[in-house]
């Protein structure tokens, strides 16, 4: 079972970027996260990474709106890296939410499948968060798509929290597949979800709990607030 490398710090958003940029200078594939805490992130690793050729940017989930939406994970990454990025952009391959969670995801799945062929697609990054509930991407507590193994991707019709509209998610052999998969996670109001996801025992009531990439490796990005429920040395 794959052990999570807990590094708390002052300032977690600068951490990740040099996780994204780390794999963008290797031209590989990096799975974006939603919500509001990366932005800072991706301004930073915009910064980091002048050309992006050769890059395939893909979204770990995103609510089923269209991508000018204010509720768009797509949206955030165009606002936040895309449209910061000086340089040759990378190929980008966005959740067409505005079809619906059903049809978006099973065409999601599908260029996934023409990319990485038959089997779990392996991310070379997938950068996550978490909420408060234990949630990550879009695979929120009791929901059907826990339970999903024969799909890299799949349609949710009802969000766990807000905002209330269907998602499309990355599923957890999909998330496990990845080579590294990095939380971000800021504030005092992850403190709970951080010990029940990554604290000893986790709580496998908590979906973060269950992400834990083997071979690949999982590392859990904190500023101290977000850490506060953690025992021990990190
Ligand atoms: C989403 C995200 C979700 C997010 C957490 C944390 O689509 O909402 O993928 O999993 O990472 O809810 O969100 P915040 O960063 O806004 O706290």
Do not use: C
């Not at 040099?18 to 794999?23: S, T």
């Not at 951080?194 to 009531?205: I, T």
Request: glycine share 10%.
């Amino acid at each position: 079972m794959t052990q999570p490398r807990i590094t708390i710090t002052d300032d977690p958003a600068a951490a990740a970027a040099e996780k994204i940029a780390a794999v963008a200078r290797a031209r590989g594939h990096i799975a974006l996260a939603g919500g509001r805490t990366p932005r800072a992130a991706y301004e930073q690793a915009a910064a980091l990474v002048e050309d992006w050729s050769g890059v395939t940017l893909w979204f770990g989930d995103d609510r089923a709106v269209g991508p000018n939406d204010e509720r768009s994970n797509y949206r955030l990454a165009r606002e936040a890296l895309l449209d910061r990025i000086a340089g040759p952009a990378p190929v980008v391959h966005r959740i067409h939410g505005e079809e619906g969670y059903e049809a978006a995801a099973g065409a999601y799945a599908e260029t996934l499948r023409a990319v990485f062929g038959e089997g779990v697609p392996a991310l070379d990054l997938i950068l996550l968060g978490i909420g408060g509930d234990g949630h990550t991407a879009s695979l929120f507590p009791g929901t059907p798509a826990l339970a999903v193994t024969d799909q890299p991707v799949v349609g949710v019709p009802e969000p766990g929290l807000e905002p209330f509209v269907p998602r499309i998610t990355f599923t957890f052999p999909a998330l496990n597949a990845a080579r590294e998969v990095v939380f971000l996670i800021e504030g005092e109001g992850k403190a709970e979800a951080v010990r029940r996801a990554f604290g000893s025992p986790p709580d496998p009531a908590a979906p973060s709990a269950h992400v834990r990439p083997d071979p690949g490796t999982l590392t859990v990005l904190l500023d101290p607030p977000a850490a506060a429920q953690l025992e021990g040395p990190a």
